[in-house]
């Protein structure tokens, strides 16, 4: 079962992308169970802490290609995310 409280999400950490967010960058690009892990940590207050994540290998399998396509036209690295610790579950993997 995973922890909802973002202040426990650290660098290392795995995580899975709440139900009903969307990729910030093309949101009609749902990223909803999506997996990965948190590489860095920004901000002091946890309320205005960003999270950059990396994909694992299952969440790159299920990306839409359109997704992958729009990334690289905006020079974007699909493999990688910024999203707020409120989009944020901490899993127990």
């Given at each position: 079962?995973?922890?909802?409280?973002?202040?426990?999400?650290k660098?290392?950490?795995?995580?899975?992308?709440?139900?009903?967010v969307?990729?910030?960058?093309?949101?009609?690009?749902?990223?909803?169970?999506?997996?990965?892990?948190?590489?860095?940590?920004?901000?002091?207050?946890?309320?205005?802490?960003?999270?950059?994540?990396?994909?694992?290998?299952?969440?790159?399998?299920?990306?839409?290609?359109?997704?992958?396509?729009?990334?690289?036209?905006q020079?974007?690295?699909?493999?990688?995310?910024c999203?707020?610790?409120?989009?944020?579950?901490?899993?127990?993997?």
């Open positions: 079962m995973g922890k909802k409280a973002s202040s426990t999400i660098a290392g950490s795995n995580i899975q992308v709440k139900e009903g969307c990729v910030p960058e093309f949101p009609e690009i749902c990223c909803a169970g999506w997996t990965g892990m948190v590489v860095e940590v920004r901000g002091k207050k946890v309320s205005e802490r960003t999270y950059i994540l990396e994909w694992d290998d299952a969440t790159e399998q299920k990306m839409p290609d359109v997704y992958k396509t729009q990334c690289e036209e020079g974007l690295f699909f493999k990688m995310a999203l707020p610790g409120d989009a944020l579950i901490l899993t127990d993997a």
